[in-house]
């Protein structure tokens, strides 16, 4: 069986990505599983996809533990523990990094994988968004090798028609040249074998009903996104060391999906922690190593210690 995993961050189009490849798979005759998984819902969080793909029918079940290969649409994923992206793998995985930096460093980097390769991002990038699933399905597709072009191209079509022939041509168009950059690689990744099966039974817990007067729906007031506070998503909060700071505060609040950075009038960042919901993009951008990650229960147990 293929054990595939897709790594990016909501809006990168990884979920359409395992939904062509598993498409694709499918019309070659395969059994297919493909599946998102992510926390709370917003761009710029990392996520993760899975498909599984074999000639016999498929009893495994949740997130992929030790893929055969796993593709990255951002490499500032890659250090970020929360992300997962080194999760389980190893000797025979195949790690697809889409990156402007060689496939050499990569493999310095990740010394525990198989092979790693590098997509160039002109080569998935789209000019209007960097949506790159179309051409990280692809890729992937090509790296497997059971795939052909034609039934790939009808996945794509299948999946992205909805958005207008337009936006299904460019993302094709793109889909092919990451298809054809890796020719040389097409059968690189291998089936892994069938998974054994844990002879321990699943303990059982028993969570009680609360009352409905307690978990009924309940409503005080109209909403809009500036009075909801989705700081309350978060499990990772960013740190700005001020002492640091160059006061490039340009990139960290333009790249923030939410707007959660606020910029003083000499250009001091400081976080909206009402409204940040811990994507961690300020973390991995800023160029001086001034914005630091910490979890939420250190932060708590900070707050608590103060005066």
Known sequence: MYRIRFHGRGGHGMKTASRILGSAFFAEGFEVQDAPRYGAERRGAPIFATVRAGRKPIHERGAVAHPDLVVVADDTLVPIPAAGVTAGIGSHTVVLIASDEPAEVWRERLPQAGAVLALPISTAESNELRFVGAPCAAAAARLVGTIAWDRFEGALRQELGPLGAAAAAANLERARAAWDAFEAEAGRVAEGPDAVPSAEAPDWVDV?????????????????????????????????????????????????????????????????????????????????????????????HGDEAQP
């Open 208 to 300: 009680p009903a609360d009352p409905v007067e307690i978990a009924a729906p309940d409503v005080h007031g109209a909403v809009t996104s500036v009075q909801v506070r989705t700081g309350l998503w978060r499990t990772m909060r960013p740190v700005i060391e001020l002492d640091r700071c160059h006061r490039c505060s340009w990139l960290c609040s333009t790249l923030c999906p939410d707007g959660a950075i606020l910029v003083a009038d000499d250009a001091t960042p400081s976080i909206d922690l009402d409204h940040c919901k811990g994507c961690m993009i300020c973390v991995a951008v800023c160029p001086t190593h001034a914005i630091e990650s910490i979890s939420e229960r250190e932060a708590s």
